[in-house]
């Protein structure tokens, strides 16, 4: 099974402030034939679904606020929020489909300092 | 408007059985993945199991292998999940959700969830 883990568990930035997320996977989720990590972010607010926020790693989903952003490749991968707004408030979850199980990190909860 | 609507949660008895639904719309029910995702009370997301969407494979967690059968009605644009001997540890809230044309994305409609509680 790929294991992924997520840093922090936790973590406070000030409104207006960015936030970053890591992800890292026990191997890598780049598929070479076609040069795309299977790799999606979620956001999950307090008692809601959760929300695809980025697929493929690093494309952004329809209607999600630019301030959001994916990178990375292979095992490492980062979610940027730029400019944190009070609504961003939520835990954060990666997840790979590069293979069954399709497991997910741990989550990051973020709150407003 | 994609939609997708689970049902049919509620309270079973330790061994027991129960069958979740998942009514989608907005979409060519058909064509796509669909997925059953869980989460226990204050606890993270754990992968279930997917149905692929064009020739219909199905993959489960070890977790629920042997157990859970996913399932989809085409012609009812409905998924199921069918639970066999249910343990304490499958207590949670059971999302279905919509991935893209083949099991290998990003799941991008999630209906609100229904509560699974499994007690002695």
């Known amino acids: 099974d790929i294991v992924m883990t997520q840093s922090p568990d936790s973590l406070a930035v000030s409104l207006g402030e960015r936030a970053t997320i890591n992800c890292k996977s026990s191997q890598s989720v780049l598929y070479s034939s076609n040069n795309k990590n299977y790799l999606a972010w979620y956001q999950q607010r307090p008692g809601q679904p959760p929300k695809l926020l980025i697929n493929?790693?690093?494309t952004r989903e329809s209607g999600v606020p630019d301030r959001f952003s994916g990178s990375g490749s292979g095992t490492d991968f980062t979610l940027t929020i730029n400019s944190l707004q009070a609504e961003d408030v939520a835990v954060y979850y990666c997840?790979?489909?590069?293979?069954?199980?399709?497991?997910f990190g741990q989550g990051t909860m973020l709150e407003i300092k | 408007e994609v939609q997708v609507l689970e049902s049919g949660g509620g309270l079973v008895q330790t061994g027991g059985s129960l069958r979740l639904s998942c009514a989608a719309s907005g979409f060519t029910f058909g064509s796509y993945a669909m997925s059953w995702v869980r989460q226990a009370p204050g606890k993270g997301l754990e992968w279930v199991s997917t149905?692929?969407?064009?020739?219909?494979?199905?993959f489960h967690a070890d977790s629920v292998k042997g157990r859970f059968t996913i399932s989809r009605d085409i012609s009812k644009n409905t998924l199921y999940l069918q639970m066999n001997s249910l343990r304490a540890e499958d207590t949670a809230v059971y999302y279905c959700?919509?991935?893209?044309?083949?099991?290998?994305?990003?799941?991008?409609?999630w209906g609100q969830g229904t509560l699974v509680t499994v007690s002695s």
């Open positions: 959700a919509k991935g893209g044309s083949s099991q290998y994305s990003g799941l991008d409609y």
């Open positions: 493929w790693a690093s």
């Open positions: 997840q790979q489909y590069y293979g069954t199980p399709f497991t």
């Open positions: 149905l692929d969407g064009r020739g219909g494979s199905t």
